[in-house]
């Protein structure tokens, strides 16, 4: 390096060094800047939704076959705040009286949406070829989903039946919300 | 790995073991080399700083940019509503926005700096003109850059500036029309104006601008550097002596930059685009401005020479400095012509600047841009519908009520002495009430004096003024201090019929003078209800049960003839409602207004 170099080597180290210091310096403000924004993401937790009414008793068949409905709730997205639009969809069953099974439609696995068979009785994803039984529980071992479908909090009030609607993360064999 | 160079038996660090591998396959050593070493006649100079600078700061639009625009939604319902979510919502947006912005003009200043120093070093010269033409490129593709970067935020500001570029390509002869509509995706601005701006803003005009930097460097480093003579001392390095020098120049702009970003808490978003609405305080960019004050001295069907003729004359002046600088006094004709056309442009910009600071109505208009701006902030932050944040403020009273009132009650009536705008009135355009705090207690106060009552702040202007109630109120002016708490009982009772919630507290604190007030009204004989319908007593209008409550306005300003208001002794007053001059929604809006009771939403759109 040194041939092109004329001016005294002390002089020339400390050039060098604040030329990288500074250059350094000035070079970190921009991505910083854009990396805070691009990360932004991480910070925001999903919200979390109260009891959204899904449908009503009388519609569900008596014998426990599953319906599968949309779920229409306010819908945070960015800046836009929109009312009563789809969020997901859930599978219910009626299981007594007034007791009901409710099961987001969405694969545990990679989130596929997952179709009901009345030939079979159960669930069957598309994707992946994932079966799960009318509880919603694996019903083939060679599934290569981790868990069985995601029950959610359900109730019965005055015939009405009502959903605490939540997505989970996917591909992990432990309930998670997201 | 199995490394095939002559490297193996080699002493050395791994490190310089992996460097000599990678040289070998790359050569990166060599074009460090041509990169850092090269010569600068006389030493370093603080004078040769502005092309790395420029650079630098390319680099930095190039990230903060990009970054954007991973955040940023081009359509006329999400562009605005993206660009308040990166200044308001997100981690650091402001930040982002502001250096992206003031960098922005910080290149500005930086590429007349590099003009000027290039044409005083005379450094287009021969053999150096191509190089000097493609800066004169990057000079248009720079401000091109900064022409479409105004438009994305698809705010006021941003969309009448934007109207009146594009309006003047539309001007330009041939195919002028034909490139406004290509540009503008349509005969309107719209979704296809955004997209299009944006592909241009950040894909089409960057891309060119870094093939013609690489030219510019290219042709550059075939030439060397231009030294100023006389040369101060010996050679230097590019690395580390210029550098040094480079790095600390853009330090200090990025310092100035800073300094306003932090100051102006990011870049201005003024209110969302609204093409019904008008925008007195449209200008363009500061640096645009010596255009937009040129155009002014080039009146009616001269405009094109203004707007066209002229600013092209002067760029083919500049781009012929090479040539004309072989002449024998070509050089000293070009920094002439450098002079003259900085300070013009100095002068113009001085000028446009100094004719707004003593516009009123710029400065009303400016005053009202900065609170819609705050307002739609102050909106969106409950969120926004699909519909977008504009038919948020179009339903908004707080910033459309005055604009109503404005347009359809200021010709007779007054808020505060002014239009609503803030906008002086003509003194003899006077005749209606002034409506600040109308219903309040102050105002009905001076309302039921015998004096105030004929000054033009209340009926002095009207027909009302020799009518009955400004002859009771001569007659029955309070005599002693027992009569005078009555009358204030009254004043009371009738501004809490107002129902204003700025003074429910103090209507409840008073409920006892109320009652009393309440009561001489009812009565038949002495009080109000001698003539006014007042609840269930009294038989003339205008009635004053529920006078000046935002139910009882709304259906005056409505319909003031009807029976219950003043009939057939209305004065001027129209009738809004079933003229159909405004719609429900905007007497809504205009009263909810004037009652300084706006709805405005908790802030909730995805906070984290």
């Keep these: 390096m040194s041939e092109t170099q004329k001016a005294p080597d002390r002089r020339n180290f400390v050039t060098k060094v604040a030329s990288i210091v500074v250059g350094g310096l000035i070079s970190v403000v921009a991505p910083v800047a854009g990396l805070l924004t691009f990360l932004d993401p991480l910070r925001r937790k999903s919200d979390t939704r109260g009891l959204v009414r899904i449908t009503s008793l009388a519609s569900l068949p008596e014998n426990g076959e599953p319906r599968k409905f949309p779920v229409l709730d306010t819908l945070v997205d960015a800046w836009n705040k929109t009312e009563n639009v789809p969020v997901g969809s859930v599978y219910v069953q009626k299981t007594g009286p007034d007791t009901v099974r409710v099961l987001n439609s969405v694969c545990p696995h990679l989130g596929c949406s997952v179709g009901y068979r009345a030939t079979t009785q159960g669930y069957f994803c598309p994707c992946h070829k994932s079966a799960f039984a009318i509880d919603g529980s694996i019903a083939d071992p060679k599934s290569p989903s981790p868990r069985a479908m995601d029950e959610l909090t359900a109730e019965v009030r005055d015939g009405e039946v009502w959903v605490r609607f939540q997505n989970f993360r996917k591909g992990s064999p432990d309930k998670i919300a997201v | ?608």
């Excluded at chain 2, 120093?117 to 190089?131: S, W």
């Excluded at chain 2, 490139?179 to 701006?197: E, K, P």
Aim: a neutral charge; aromatic letters at 12%; hydrophobic letters at 45%.
């Design chain 2, 1 to 608: 790995m199995a490394d095939t160079s002559n490297s193996p038996s080699e002493p050395g660090s791994k490190l310089q073991q992996a460097e000599r591998w990678l040289d070998n396959r790359t050569g990166f050593k060599g074009l460090l080399h041509e990169v850092l070493f090269e010569n600068v006649p006389g030493g370093s100079r603080w004078r040769y700083v502005w092309g790395s600078t420029l650079s630098f700061f390319f680099v930095v639009q190039v990230i903060t940019g990009t970054f954007l625009w991973m955040s940023y939604s081009p359509s006329t319902q999400s562009a605005w509503e993206s660009v308040y979510f990166i200044q308001h919502q997100m981690w650091g947006g402001w930040f982002l926005r502001g250096l992206h912005h003031f960098v922005a003009q910080a290149m500005t200043v930086l590429l007349v700096l590099h003009l000027m120093q290039v044409i005083i070093d005379g450094a287009y010269k021969a053999p150096r003109e191509v190089n000097y033409w493609f800066g004169v490129v990057l000079l248009l593709l720079i401000l091109a850059l900064s022409l479409t970067g105004y438009l994305l935020p698809w705010d006021q500001n941003g969309y009448w500036s934007t109207a009146v570029s594009t309006n003047l390509v539309g001007m330009s002869p041939i195919v002028g029309q034909a490139a406004q509509t290509v540009v503008v995706g349509g005969a309107n601005y719209g979704h296809q104006t955004l997209s299009r701006f944006l592909a241009l803003h950040a894909g089409v005009i960057p891309g060119v601008i870094i093939l013609f930097i690489v030219g510019h460097v290219y042709l550059f480093r075939r030439h060397g550097i231009t030294p100023a003579k006389p040369l101060k001392g010996p050679d230097e390095g590019f690395w580390p002596e210029q550098i040094l020098k480079d790095v600390v120049a853009c330090l200090a702009v990025l310092l100035v930059v800073l300094f306003f970003v932090v100051r102006e808490h990011g870049a201005p978003l003024g209110a969302p685009a609204d093409p019904a609405e008008q925008f007195s305080a449209a200008r363009p960019e500061w640096y645009f401005l010596f255009l937009f004050q040129m155009l002014k001295y080039f009146p009616g069907k001269t405009e094109i020479i203004g707007a066209i003729i002229l600013p092209t004359l002067l760029l083919l002046t500049l781009a012929a400095m090479p040539i004309i600088g072989k002449w024998r006094l070509g050089h000293r004709f070009n920094l002439g012509f450098m002079g003259v056309m900085l300070g013009g442009v100095v002068l113009l910009t001085w000028q446009a600047m100094a004719a707004d600071k003593n516009d009123v109505e710029f400065q009303a208009a400016k005053a009202t841009a900065k609170r819609d701006a705050a307002r739609a902030v102050e909106l969106a932050n409950g969120g926004v519908p699909i519909t977008g944040a504009l038919s948020l403020m179009r339903d908004d009273a707080y910033t459309r009520g005055p604009r109503i009132f404005s347009q359809n009650c200021s010709s007779c009536h007054r808020f505060d002495g002014h239009d609503g705008l803030g906008s002086p009135l003509p003194k003899d355009s006077i005749s209606g009430s002034d409506l600040k705090g109308f219903g309040s207690r102050e105002w009905v106060r001076g309302f039921l004096h015998a004096d105030t009552i004929l000054t033009s702040r209340y009926w002095g202007g009207t027909i009302h003024a020799e009518g009955d109630m400004a002859m009771w109120l001569a007659d029955h002016a309070p005599e002693d201090e027992d009569e005078q708490a009555m009358r204030e009982n009254v004043v009371l009772a009738l501004s809490y019929q107002a129902k204003l919630r700025s003074q429910s507290a103090l209507d409840v604190r008073d409920s006892a003078r109320i009652a009393s007030g309440i009561a001489f009204m009812r009565n038949t004989s002495s009080g109000c209800a001698e003539c006014h319908k007042f609840q269930d007593v009294g038989t003339d209008s205008p009635e004053l049960t529920d006078w000046g409550s935002r139910e009882w306005t709304i259906a005056f300003v409505a319909d003031p003839t009807h029976p219950r208001f003043f009939g057939r002794d209305n004065d001027r007053m129209p009738s809004f409602g079933t003229e159909k001059t405004l719609s429900q929604r905007e007497i809504e809006m205009v009263v909810d207004w004037l009652r300084g009771e706006w709805h405005t939403p908790k802030a909730t759109a995805a906070k984290p």
